[in-house]
């Protein structure tokens, strides 16, 4: 089981900015999709965004217009670039990584806070 790796959480003032990163150590041909999911203490994990290895992506509806998604070149390092951030964003933020074969892996999960 390969491990993924968030990097970039941290405390943002409400309207400020932050991206986050998750890489997994294998060939990005070899991934079908990522995405970012996010939970808060005693509540569900919720879908945040997905990007496929075709470049289409998709959004929880209560992040549209203010995330961003993408992959770099080499495929096995996706993006959240986040602005416009409120503090209903705040919870931890997990990567999640799906190849075409073989078992879907996540990260440890990262903390983002939005507060004044």
């Known amino acids: 089981q390969v491990q993924l790796v968030e990097s970039g959480g941290g405390l943002v003032q409400p309207g400020g900015s932050l991206r986050l990163s998750c890489t997994i150590p294998?060939?990005?041909?070899?991934?079908?999709?990522m995405a970012w999911f996010r939970q808060v203490p005693g509540k569900q994990r919720e879908f945040v965004a997905r990007?496929?290895?075709?470049?289409?992506?998709a959004y929880v509806d209560s992040v549209k217009d203010r995330f961003t998604i993408a992959r770099d070149n080499a495929g096995n390092t996706v993006y959240l670039q986040m602005v416009s951030l409120k503090p209903e964003d705040t919870a931890v933020y997990y990567c999640?990584?799906?190849?075409?074969?073989?078992?879907?892996?996540w990260g440890r999960g990262i903390q983002v806070t939005v507060s004044s």
């Open positions: 294998e060939s990005g041909s070899s991934i079908f999709q």
């Open positions: 990007i496929m290895n075709t470049g289409e992506t």
């Open positions: 999640h990584s799906q190849p075409f074969i073989g078992a879907a892996s």
